[in-house]
């Protein structure tokens, strides 16, 4: 029985662009985190792994004109020169109109240990969460909003199907996080209806708490409860509004095409 053997030549970063031209090799230069990263010293381990995730980089008016890392898109320098990046918000209430809040776990790079809204994330530069046109990009945040329920909250795709969340608007905002890290996003509100099973992933989340309106203005009042940026801003400008006609007169706020300057 003879043995044939194949010689082939090692592709490496080198020469893949000039041997197969339809590789993109941008992402895998782009994107790397180095091993040692002097910013991400000291961080928790997964957390500085999820920071080589890829963030859609847009222009002021919601048009996606490239990508980078969550690292670079989270960096007050970066921030502060002006690079903006896709985000969304999901508002989870349940079937007795509680709204679902999360407490951010102590490992998150940015905003650590501060309540906010059910899950707050970023569609990824990635099939299917991408998008240019409106239509196209609410699909995409939708698509990332259940990964992330999953992810972080350990909701079932099942319980929160993508055609059941409805977008809102959009809000563009930039918030300091510390001195090194912040946010500058055009964020997506989302709102679904569900009553859900939740499995918390600590390494994302602290705490959970279902309230009602009354009850998130009491904790507003609480000076010992820290509130991520975005979610104060939504609270004080829309929300309680919006909370109101959960059940009638939502179709009157939905699907709005301009995007708030915050």
């Not at 490992?107 to 809204?117: G, V, Y």
């Not at 609410?138 to 977008?167: D, N, S, Y």
């Amino acid at each position: 029985m003879s043995t044939t053997t194949t010689s082939t030549q090692t592709v490496t970063a080198d020469n893949v662009i000039r041997l197969f031209p339809e590789v993109d090799s941008s992402l895998a230069s782009s994107h790397r985190t180095p091993t040692r990263d002097s910013e991400l010293e000291g961080y928790d381990e997964e957390q500085i792994r999820l920071m080589d995730e890829v963030c859609i980089v847009l222009d002021q008016d919601d048009n996606p004109i490239g990508s980078a890392s969550k690292k670079v898109c989270h960096l007050m320098k970066n921030i502060d020169q002006g690079l903006l990046h896709r985000a969304f918000s999901v508002f989870l209430f349940d079937s007795q109109k509680r709204l679902l809040l999360q407490q951010r776990a102590t490992e998150k790079i940015t905003f650590p240990d501060m309540w906010t809204n059910t899950c707050c994330s970023h569609p990824l530069g990635v099939p299917g969460e991408t998008g240019a046109e409106l239509e196209a990009a609410v699909q995409g945040v939708r698509r990332a909003a259940q990964r992330k329920l999953g992810h972080e909250l350990g909701i079932k795709a099942e319980q929160v199907p993508i055609e059941q969340f409805q977008f809102l608007t959009r809000i563009h905002y930039k918030a300091p996080s510390d001195g090194k890290w912040g946010e500058h996003e055009i964020d997506y509100i989302l709102f679904i209806k569900a009553d859900v099973d939740l499995d918390i992933n600590p390494n994302e989340v602290k705490n959970s708490l279902y309230v009602s309106e009354e009850d998130l203005k009491r904790m507003f009042k609480d000076n010992s409860l820290k509130f991520t940026p975005w979610f104060k801003l939504i609270c004080q400008s829309m929300l309680f509004e919006w909370w109101e006609h959960l059940d009638e007169g939502m179709e009157h706020y939905k699907g709005e095409k301009q995007i708030r300057r915050m």
